[in-house]
């Protein structure tokens, strides 16, 4: 079944580092049509696309993020992950990881995780 | 950055009514929009990609439109399993940028 399942601790101290994992299931990551992708959305608010990675290895961080934050990839578990250090309680909010599908050339977000949520707090 | 802007952020319509969302880019995307579904405690849902493509699967009540720098998503025949939040995002460079969001609710 194509899905991702998302897994990670919800609870996160301040100045330490966020850490979470999505395993894909029904797809590979190192299949070349897609690229695989966190997005954050604050409490109440709108989305955040926070970055992107391919299977070569390739990364693209957003701008505000890029000197904290690292992904990375597994291929023999078929998972990527998310590490942002030196949290503070901005950082808190739902992470989705999400698979970003370039078949037809430039690629849409069509297929998201469930979501976990992240609270930066001592 | 391109910055996408939507309008309104809340709208209330009734059962069978068509509505219409409004998103604007502030700088030209093409048609590499997409429009995204999310419900209170869900992930968000593909809708349409391409600014007018139906991804599969969804209600062909839903409609994409646009291209450039102006964009609509169009709800015909208003559901209630239709009330939530819709994202427009621009997806033709990074960093890629969303909408802040259209709640949509029945009257």
């Known amino acids: 079944q194509l899905q991702l399942q998302q897994s990670g601790p919800g609870l996160v101290n301040p100045s330490e580092t966020l850490s979470l994992n999505c395993n894909v299931s029904g797809a590979s990551v190192s299949n070349k049509n897609y690229y695989w992708v966190w997005i954050r959305q604050p409490p109440g608010k709108g989305l955040e696309w926070i970055g992107s990675?391919?299977?070569?290895?390739?990364?693209y961080y957003t701008p505000s993020l890029q000197s904290r934050l690292t992904m990375s990839m597994d291929t023999s578990k078929n998972q990527f992950s998310l590490k942002l250090s030196s949290v503070t309680a901005a950082d808190t909010g739902l992470y989705f990881c999400?698979?970003?599908?370039?078949?037809?050339?430039?690629?849409?977000?069509?297929?998201w995780g469930r979501g976990t949520l992240v609270t930066v707090s001592s | 950055d391109v910055q996408m802007t939507q309008s309104p952020s809340s709208l209330s319509a009734s059962i069978g009514d068509r509505v219409t969302i409004t998103c604007r880019a502030s700088?030209?995307?093409?048609?590499?929009l997409a429009w995204y579904q999310q419900k209170p405690g869900e992930a968000p849902r593909l809708l349409i990609f391409t600014a007018s493509t139906l991804q599969s699967g969804v209600p062909s009540r839903f409609s994409g439109g646009g291209s450039g720098t102006d964009f609509t998503l169009a709800i015909s025949n208003l559901q209630p399993e239709d009330v939530a939040t819709y994202y427009c995002?621009?997806?033709?460079?990074?960093?890629?940028?969303f909408g802040q969001g259209t709640k949509v609710e029945i009257k």
């Open positions: 700088h030209d995307v093409s048609d590499y």
């Open positions: 999400s698979r970003r599908n370039i078949v037809a050339a430039l690629g849409y977000f069509d297929l």
């Open positions: 990675m391919y299977y070569t290895g390739s990364t």
């Open positions: 995002q621009r997806y033709n460079s990074v960093p890629y940028t």
